[in-house]
Nanobody
């Protein structure tokens, strides 16, 4: 079992920055990759970024590339999402997710095994 708890969301003006954190506990050694997804009201869940927990290789959605950066701490128990140059369209509930199987589910949200409860990000214009 893996437990995920997100934090760091909030309200910010366009152009501002936030850093989201996702604390992982439990049997974290079984995670193969971790990702951030987001979901705005009335919209489908959207993949944001993924990190391979062993190699630290990363992938980012085109919509956030160059503005957001996914990373993990050395202990591989905390996942981060640094968000810069935020836009109103980035407003959503942000979730972290863990995949325990290879290959990584990547952009496919229903392939992930564990999810956090989400943290709200609101960007005003």
């Amino acid at each position: 079992q893996v437990q995920l708890v997100e934090s760091g969301g909030g309200s910010v003006q366009a152009g501002g920055s936030l850093r989201l954190s996702c604390a992982a506990s439990g049997y974290t050694a079984i995670t193969y990759c971790m990702s951030w997804f987001r979901q705005a009201p009335g919209k489908e869940r959207e993949w944001v970024a993924t990190i391979n927990t062993a190699s630290s290789s990363t992938w980012h959605a085109d919509a956030v590339k160059g503005r957001f950066t996914i990373s993990q701490d050395n202990a591989k128990t905390t996942l981060y999402l640094q968000m810069n140059s935020l836009k109103p369209e980035d407003s959503a509930m942000y979730y972290c997710a863990a995949d325990t199987r290879s290959p990584c589910s990547g952009t496919t949200w229903d392939g992930y095994d564990y999810w956090g409860q989400g943290t709200q990000v609101t960007v005003s214009s």
